[in-house]
């Protein structure tokens, strides 16, 4: 199942980059570079083929591919990057729920409303930029408001927009939950759980039966509780 859960990532990665014109792929690895080193900007599915690190690593040196690789537990690949001067930056919990049709959510979704014009698309880059630390561009997001595989949902408290998330079906029917964010001063509310059950809803919709994100310590805990659970890791390689 850990390999379906980061298939899920990399099947987003790679729709919005093409969607938004900055997926490049090679035969030894793909990349998502979008403009001012903004998410999603990393390498991955370095294990389609064998890799010439030295030659990553000087690509990485000079600019021309992001600083992040991207990449489900492999002793052997990880043994070469730490060889070749990389560093273990991060590292998140694959998660999966099985879904049946009785589960589904029973709640009013008033204050959740789909990304689908160019303002909403703002309001969703700006919510993830606030709520991740890391900048997400409005391009990005307004390139897949008209995806059949991606949708897009803003959340409302009172009349200000703060909470953000997306789900994607992925070509084996399976629903990732992904860009689940809260403002840091809405935190707190509930607002965070209300758009995790959207876009748990959203998945029985797709008829999908089960349902993968990937998730920090902290949220492991959350998700537990929801049901989910653990399987593989994704760890994030950096240059030292």
Not at 195 to 203: G, H, I, R, S, V
Not at 222 to 231: A, N, T
Request: charged residues 20%.
């Amino acid at each position: 199942m850990k390999t379906k859960i980061i298939n899920n990532l990399f099947e987003l990665w790679k729709q919005l980059g093409s969607q938004g014109g900055f997926l490049y792929t090679t035969k030894q690895y793909n990349y998502v570079m979008p403009n001012n080193n903004s998410w999603p900007n990393k390498v991955f599915e370095l294990e389609s083929s064998p890799v010439n690190f030295k030659y990553l690593r000087h690509k990485l040196e000079n600019g021309s591919l992001p600083n992040s690789i991207s990449l489900l537990e492999n002793e052997e690949l990880e043994a070469q990057l730490l060889q070749h001067h990389f560093s273990l930056r991060s590292i998140v919990k694959g998660m999966f729920l099985d879904i049946q049709e009785k589960d589904k959510p029973i709640h009013d979704f008033s204050s959740i409303e789909r990304v689908d014009n160019e303002l909403k698309a703002r309001e969703f880059a700006n919510i993830a930029s606030n709520s991740f630390g890391y900048e997400v561009l409005s391009s990005t997001i307004s390139s897949s408001i008209n995806s059949s595989q991606i949708k897009l949902f803003i959340g409302k408290h009172k009349s200000n927009y703060v909470s953000c998330g997306l789900i994607l079906l992925d070509k084996n029917g399976i629903s990732g939950l992904h860009m689940i964010g809260t403002i840091s001063e809405y935190r707190g509310l509930g607002l965070g759980k209300i758009m995790t059950n959207k876009l748990l809803f959203e998945a029985y919709e797709n008829k999908s039966n089960k349902v993968v994100l990937v998730a920090s310590e902290s949220g492991e805990r959350i998700y537990s509780k929801l049901g989910f659970k653990s399987d593989g890791v994704l760890k994030s390689y950096v240059l030292k």
